[in-house]
């Protein structure tokens, strides 16, 4: 008999995280196993995509069985399985997709191959049943982007990176700084450390790129490339605690005032846009980066102050994880759009089909 709520897996499989969740359609996350390769990755100081590809291959089965076991349920009780099937480290997607397809095959059910960056973007619609259409700041490891979702698989993209992505700053930023991986997370808790912040920002004057030019594109390749000028200038051997610790404390605020100065003509469009339509306008923050507390400060005082609302996911929903991809899963399950067992992994996948390209942005535009 079928389930009263549509129940559905998710795998994701695209970087450093495997992670196994089961969602069921009334938001409710019934199992949410993830489990972090750093311990991999850390002698070298980044994710390195064949190892990534290998240790997801080691512990998939594993994280699945848990993931039943911890909902309490068996593959009959589930109504669909979802998979990352791009964008992202291509070794992986294939090892999550493959796990997911079986499972589907095997057990006659459908298969949802999902995008990484659409399960980032709905996630607020897991967790708060939010309204399309909303406004989106997505900053993860692989993208920085500003979107509006007007639906399931609708979405207008406004602006991107044209060359390094947010996450993919933090993290170089903070190795050339000295701190272990995982970078951002590392720099945050360092800039924590800063005494005298005035004085910091005085030490460490940084480019603030894009900012006051129109629309609401991101450029950070030049932020990262300041601060290797100034870990450069720093005595030579040991870096100094005090003087990482202002540099990340500078390197934050400056993130914190471009974001602002983009998302503020994001806003202005958006009510522009939409604002007489929607009910609530909002602004979500997801990806990684949106783990960051300096940087949901900014963006709570910004919304306030244009009358709009804020969302940013619980802390363990902002990196990559299992329930958001499943959750995409019934998201298009509701909606028939399934997809048949020969879906490809897709290292490039962008939300908006119709978004150009830009120069330098790569896979991130
Ligand atoms: O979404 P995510 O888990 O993976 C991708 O889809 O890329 O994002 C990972 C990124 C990494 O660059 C990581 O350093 C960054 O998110 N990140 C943070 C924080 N936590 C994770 N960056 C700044 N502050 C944090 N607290
Ligand atoms: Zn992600």
């Given at each position: 008999m079928d389930n009263p709520l549509k129940i559905v897996m998710g795998i994701e499989t695209s970087c450093d995280e495997t992670a196994v969740a089961i969602v069921r359609e009334d938001g409710k996350i019934l199992s949410n196993l993830v489990l972090s390769q750093i311990k991999e990755h850390k002698a070298f100081g980044g994710v390195v995509p064949e190892i990534a590809a290998r240790a997801h291959m080691d512990h998939i089965d594993t994280l699945i069985k848990g993931a039943l076991d911890d909902a309490q349920l068996?593959?009959?009780?589930?109504n669909g399985v979802a998979a990352t099937?791009?964008?992202?480290?291509i070794g992986g997607v294939m090892v999550g997709m493959m796990a997911g397809k079986a499972i589907a095959a095997s057990h006659n059910l459908p298969f949802i191959g999902v995008n990484h960056l659409e399960a980032h973007a709905l996630t607020a619609r897991l967790t708060d049943k939010i309204e399309f259409p909303y406004l989106i700041l997505l900053v993860s490891g692989g993208h920085t982007q500003i979107l509006v979702a007007?639906?399931?698989?609708q979405y207008k993209r406004w602006g991107t990176t044209i060359d390094d992505a947010l996450g993919e700053c933090f993290d170089k930023s903070a190795k050339l700084m000295g701190?272990?991986?995982?970078?951002g997370p590392n720099l945050e808790k360092m800039a924590a450390n800063c005494q005298n912040p005035t004085q910091a920002l005085e030490k460490f004057p940084l480019p603030t790129p894009l900012k006051g030019r129109e629309g609401c594109d991101f450029s950070f390749s030049g932020l990262k490339t300041a601060i290797r000028n100034h870990v450069e200038k720093l005595p030579a051997g040991d870096l100094n605690q005090d003087d990482i610790a202002d540099l990340a404390y500078a390197f934050q605020i400056t993130v914190g005032k471009v974001i602002v100065d983009r998302c503020q003509n994001a806003i202005s469009q958006f009510l522009s846009t939409y604002g007489k339509t929607t009910k609530s306008p909002t602004l979500v923050v997801c990806g990684?980066?949106?783990?960051?507390l300096h940087i949901r400060e900014v963006l709570e005082d910004l919304t306030k102050a244009s009358n709009m609302d804020f969302m940013a996911p619980p802390m363990g929903l902002c990196s990559d994880n299992g329930a958001m991809i499943a959750w995409v899963g019934i998201e298009k399950l509701k909606r028939n759009m399934l997809d048949t067992l020969d879906i490809a992994a897709r290292p490039r996948w962008p939300l908006d089909k119709g978004a150009e390209k830009r120069p330098g942005g790569g896979v991130k535009a």
């Open positions: 068996t593959f009959s009780d589930l099937s791009g964008p992202g480290l007007e639906d399931v698989d701190l272990p991986y995982p970078g990684g980066v949106a783990a960051n």
